[in-house]
């Protein structure tokens, strides 16, 4: 892939993943080639930050982070009686980076 892409990448997405994996992604991205660079460009990522203000303001983080049962489980449990809440507002922005990593690891096996 083309430097000025994954530039535009890391600009556009850089605060989607982990700041120590960074570099991991651009050296993953240079070997993707050109033409089936569109698959990983026009992937979506869930902002961490996002995450964390949804965990703490509704609980409804794992809903969005694609783990659906997990969260219906803890709606139904009154998120725990407020232990597993706490929990998962320490630990919200962890699995933000982790899902994103996971998406972005699917679509460049897609990719190639």
């Known amino acids: 892939?083309?430097?000025?892409?994954?530039?535009?990448?890391?600009?556009?997405?850089?605060?989607c993943f982990d700041p120590a994996q960074l570099q991991q992604i651009q050296t993953q991205l240079a070997?993707?080639?050109?033409?089936?660079?569109?698959?990983?460009?026009?992937?979506?990522?869930?902002?961490?930050?996002?995450?964390?203000?949804?965990?703490?303001?509704?609980?409804?983080?794992?809903?969005?982070l694609d783990d659906i049962g997990l969260g219906i489980v803890k709606v139904l449990t009154a998120y725990g009686c407020g232990i597993w809440w706490l929990i998962d507002i320490f630990s919200a922005?962890?699995?933000a980076y982790e899902f994103n990593l996971k998406k972005f690891n699917q679509a460049l096996q897609l990719s190639k």
């Open 1 to 15: 892939m083309k430097q000025e892409l994954i530039q535009s990448f890391v600009m556009q997405h850089g605060e």
């Open 31 to 64: 070997e993707v080639p050109d033409e089936k660079s569109s698959m990983i460009l026009g992937s979506s990522y869930q902002k961490p930050t996002v995450i964390l203000i949804i965990a703490i303001l509704l609980g409804w983080d794992r809903f969005f």
């Open 93 to 95: 922005k962890k699995r």
